[in-house]
């Protein structure tokens, strides 16, 4: 238990469909993070949070909608996705977003697009 | 560019000792991490380093040169419970944006 969750564990949806993936950390950090884990690839990141305010999007496609309304929650909005797309959802919490502080990961959502 | 390098997979036996390489090339670096990833489970970290040297914790030490753009993690007294996925992570000190660049990750396999 890293004091990261996310929820739901396991997703299925369809191409049309809208889903939301939500993050909670409970470790008092103010940086949040969004990963995107597929098979036999690196680990990608894709959106930081610092306090809330977003610093990095990672050249992401706008079928991917990041939330974040406070420190502790970070919510992953997703519409009209492609079945490239998916994957391991990851979200991981630090300190701070500088310096470099360890990240601590949720388990994850397995999402499936079909 | 940025790139970073480590092998895909790895195998040694129980008790021994394994070194897993990783090199890096970024546009600015601001301290490397490695993180271990049991199959199915999240990653979680292992070691950070910014300085040259070596940095031992326990069974596990991690190395880095900067100046080779080069790490190591090395693991002793191997168990079957290190099986897992061993993640290189470059921090991008060009911009400051907390943002992680990850290698494809090592996976090893500990067979008695």
């Known amino acids: 238990e890293t004091g990261v969750t996310q929820t739901p564990r396991h997703l299925v949806m369809g191409m049309t469909n809208k889903k939301s993936l939500k993050c909670e950390q409970h470790?008092?950090?103010?940086?949040m993070y969004w990963y995107k884990q597929s098979a036999k690839k690196p680990l990608e990141l894709m959106f930081v949070?610092?306090?809330?305010?977003?610093?990095e999007n990672n050249s992401v496609p706008s079928r991917f909608s990041p939330e974040c309304p406070n420190s502790s929650h970070l919510f992953l909005h997703l519409h009209t996705l492609q079945p490239e797309d998916s994957a391991l959802y990851l979200c991981?919490?630090?300190?701070?977003?500088?310096?470099?502080?360890?990240?601590?990961f949720g388990p994850g959502t397995r999402l499936t697009v079909t | 560019g940025q790139n970073i390098d480590q092998p895909t997979e790895m195998t040694a036996t129980e008790g021994a000792i394994v070194q897993i390489n990783c090199t890096y090339q970024?546009?600015?670096?601001?301290?490397l991490f490695w993180y271990q990833q049991h199959a199915g489970e999240a990653p979680t970290f292992l070691s950070y380093?910014?300085?040259?040297g070596l940095e031992e914790k326990g069974r596990f030490s991690s190395f880095l040169s900067r100046s080779k753009g080069y790490s190591y993690l090395l693991l002793k007294e191997l168990q079957m419970k290190d099986s897992a996925s061993y993640l290189c992570?470059?921090?991008?000190?060009?911009?400051?944006?907390?943002?992680?660049?990850f290698g494809q990750g090592t996976t090893l396999q500990v067979k008695p």
């Open positions: 470790l008092g950090h103010n940086a």
């Open positions: 991981a919490s630090s300190r701070d977003r500088d310096p470099p502080y360890e990240q601590y």
């Open positions: 992570a470059v921090t991008d000190g060009s911009s400051n944006t907390g943002k992680l660049i």
């Open positions: 970024t546009s600015g670096f601001n301290g």
């Open positions: 949070y610092n306090f809330k305010e977003q610093t």
């Open positions: 380093n910014v300085l040259d």
